[in-house]
């Protein structure tokens, strides 16, 4: 009887995490959805499959599994093409697995010719891997960007006259950011940090202050 009892405790609390989960997952979509609307863009809640076919090669997209894409919204602002959406994806299997969620935009836009380039935050195991050799592109001029960021990508005489003073200081007075780059195409994203809804709009104005500095002359 006491066996019983455990299971269905064990049963219904399931439940109710599953029912929790469906709800604050509904809002969210309902929440993006009016964000949506504001921008004029299209929503999706179910995202679109092509985001990760066409887009696979960037380093975001390239690692871990049960990828998804969901909440998207698309549209066009200032003739620039914008898509915003919630990825996620888990790394590792059972108590070793872990999932990483994150609001990413895309730009993408003529305006854009950006070497292939990858961009995050450095940490412990960048610096260590750094004493043996792996890639950072480092900037002397610019020692706080050198010491926050991780700067990795294959042509560095390119990406080097992309990363003007101008862009230096921007990623100097920010933290968290990730971007990465290729031809007409700019990801920009906090990694594994869901952005509320109601901040959409700032970090989307803050991706287009990284977008007019990479952009062509």
């Known amino acids: 009887m006491e066996a019983a009892l455990i299971i269905i405790g064990i049963v219904a609390f399931v439940g109710i995490l599953i029912g929790l989960s469906w709800y604050f997952d509904r809002k969210r979509s309902q929440a993006m959805e009016v964000v949506a609307r504001n921008l004029n863009f299209a929503f999706n809640r179910e995202g679109e499959a092509g985001v990760l076919m066409d887009w696979g090669h960037f380093h975001l997209f390239s690692h871990g599994h049960s990828r998804k894409v969901r909440n998207l919204l698309g549209g066009r602002a200032n003739e620039i093409g914008v898509k915003i959406f919630d990825y996620r994806c888990t790394t590792g299997s059972g108590k070793n697995s872990h999932t990483w969620s994150q609001t990413v935009i895309l730009f993408g836009s003529d305006k854009l010719d950006l070497p292939a380039f990858t961009l995050r935050p450095e940490n412990l195991f960048h610096k260590i891997g750094g004493l043996f050799g792996c890639q950072d592109i480092d900037f002397p001029s610019h020692p706080g960007f050198s010491k926050r960021y991780l700067l990795r990508g294959r042509d560095e005489g390119l990406i080097r006259s992309v990363f003007t003073p101008e862009v230096l200081s921007?990623?100097?007075?920010?933290?968290?950011?990730?971007?990465?780059?290729?031809?007409?195409?700019?990801?920009?994203?906090?990694?594994?940090?869901?952005?509320?809804?109601?901040?959409?709009?700032?970090?989307?104005?803050?991706?287009?202050?990284?977008?007019?500095?990479?952009?062509?002359?």
């Open 170 to 217: 921007f990623f100097e007075n920010s933290s968290g950011l990730n971007a990465e780059g290729a031809q007409h195409h700019l990801l920009f994203y906090r990694m594994n940090k869901a952005i509320n809804p109601d901040e959409i709009q700032a970090l989307l104005a803050e991706g287009f202050r990284l977008f007019g500095l990479l952009k062509k002359v």
